[in-house]
């Protein structure tokens, strides 16, 4: 958990002579101090009152005077942050309580969730008149500051974050990336990304996911990179090594892989600790590598001609990528956080078993764990190709049942906490389909050949 050093008030107005001190530090290793670390110091102590905490509204250092009904609102937003999980909340309120702008964005936002009810998809702040008043607050107080160099600091930043974090909540990603841009060009100008940790980092990765796009800033400071996968990825090494051979041009893949796998070892350790799924800040940590490794892969484009030595193994690397933003995608929902980018990854990757000419048992491991991961993840009436082109592979494998190649996909990358209610469904549409095509291909082998051209030709009687 974060780390707080909380700041006492003994009279009505000592808050004041601790707000500034409180300011200096309040920033500082927001993401970082997430969890503890082995390989890292101990980040430094935020100097900030956790307001999730039964404490008097009295003894929290605000960014501006509040009056009664910014005090309400305080008051809703801090009672359903103890009683409800939302994911970053903490990390937030430090950033909102250390700014006046990031402050307007923060009541904003408390008013939309007060008026949400379970399940409600979150809205734009312009559907709400109270909303709307604190978020225009917010944007002027911005616009002023950014006209002024000497505004441009953690502050600014850290309520521009605000503006970006509800533009990924509300799935508005197309302003999300003008907000990024230009926060982009805002972090650069006070020395770059080493400067300050930030939420909005996290953000960045979800837009880039979602457009599939290369991110704007690099791998999250305090990010987990070193993991110990123990024994759990033996054979999927394995599996990579013997790509050296059959498909050297795929190694630039290797990584993203790797990291992906570290990700699933890592949760396959730890999730069944108490509230491990409700650890935003272990997510955001775990995830952000894989995912920066991922999005930073060139795109390649699909030789013309099926017979170009690198045709299916160009098809089958694009079938690995996006069943590694799939897999992340899924993971990062397991977690509560919104999965935006999931649809849009089934819905491209549903173009990829339609590549005519593909021959998916080049790397038939990888292809059938590609494909199985789509399958688990989409709707039931859009399997199809997916199942079609599993069942092509197990055949080329000589596998016989859905146990079988599921055995196989567990032993590449494979969270059974994530996957666990839909495999039985997906084995039985594999089994289905194999067992159809045996039939069929009994038929036309151990029939007559003039039954079998009865068969084949339609009755001319209809």
Not at 240 to 245: E, G, Q
Not at 368 to 380: F, G, Q
Not at 433 to 458: F, G, M, N
């Amino acid at each position: 958990m974060p780390q707080f050093e909380f700041v006492n008030v003994g009279q009505p107005g000592d808050e004041k002579k601790q707000s500034s001190k409180i300011r200096r530090h309040v920033m500082k290793d927001i993401v970082a101090s997430g969890l503890s670390s082995s390989s890292r110091a101990q980040p430094e102590q935020v100097l900030v009152p956790n307001p999730l905490e039964e404490c008097k509204l009295g003894d929290i250092v605000f960014p501006l005077q509040i009056d009664e009904e910014q005090r309400k609102l305080a008051r809703h937003l801090f009672a359903d942050a103890r009683s409800s999980y939302h994911p970053f909340l903490l990390p937030w309120l430090s950033i909102g309580l250390s700014d006046a702008a990031a402050w307007y964005i923060t009541l904003a936002n408390a008013v939309v969730f007060r008026n949400m009810k379970p399940g409600d998809a979150k809205p734009e702040f312009n559907t709400n008149t109270e909303a709307m008043k604190w978020y225009t607050l917010s944007l002027q107080s911005i616009s002023k500051r950014l006209a002024d160099p000497r505004e441009r600091t953690e502050g600014l930043i850290g309520a521009i974050t605000g503006f970006i974090c509800h533009d990924t909540s509300t799935g508005n990603f197309t302003r999300q990336q003008i907000h990024l841009q230009g926060l982009k060009r805002l972090v650069d100008d006070i020395g770059g990304i080493d400067e300050i940790i930030n939420p909005a980092l996290r953000h960045d990765l979800t837009g880039a996911s979602y457009r599939n796009t290369l991110p704007y800033f690099g791998v999250p400071k305090g990010s987990l990179t070193d993991i110990d996968t123990r024994n759990d990825t033996i054979y999927f090494k394995m599996l990579l090594d013997s790509w050296d051979k059959s498909c050297p041009y795929l190694g630039d893949i290797h990584s993203a892989l790797k990291a992906t796998a570290a990700v699933a070892s890592y949760v396959n350790q730890h999730c069944h600790a108490f509230k491990f799924w409700t650890e935003d800040m272990t997510a955001a940590r775990l995830l952000a590598p894989a995912l920066h490794e991922v999005l930073s892969l060139e795109g390649r484009a699909l030789p013309s001609q099926p017979s170009d030595s690198e045709y299916s193994g160009t098809a089958a690397r694009e079938a690995f990528r996006r069943s590694l933003l799939i897999f992340l995608a899924s993971l990062k929902a397991k977690f509560g956080v919104a999965k935006f980018e999931l649809k849009r990854h089934l819905h491209d990757f549903r173009q990829i078993p339609k590549i005519p000419h593909v021959d998916w048992a080049l790397i038939p491991e990888l292809n059938l764990w590609a494909h199985a991961i789509a399958a688990l993840e989409e709707e039931s009436d859009q399997r199809s190709w997916h199942v079609s082109a599993i069942v092509s592979i197990m055949e080329s494998a000589e596998f016989t049942s859905s146990q079988q190649a599921l055995d196989v996909v567990r032993g590449i990358i494979w969270v059974e906490d994530l996957f666990v209610e839909k495999v039985e469904t997906l084995c039985h549409e594999i089994d289905s389909l194999l067992a159809s095509r045996t039939i069929h291909w009994l038929s036309k082998t151990s029939i007559s050949p003039r039954l079998t051209e009865l068969i084949d030709t339609p009755n001319e009687r209809g």
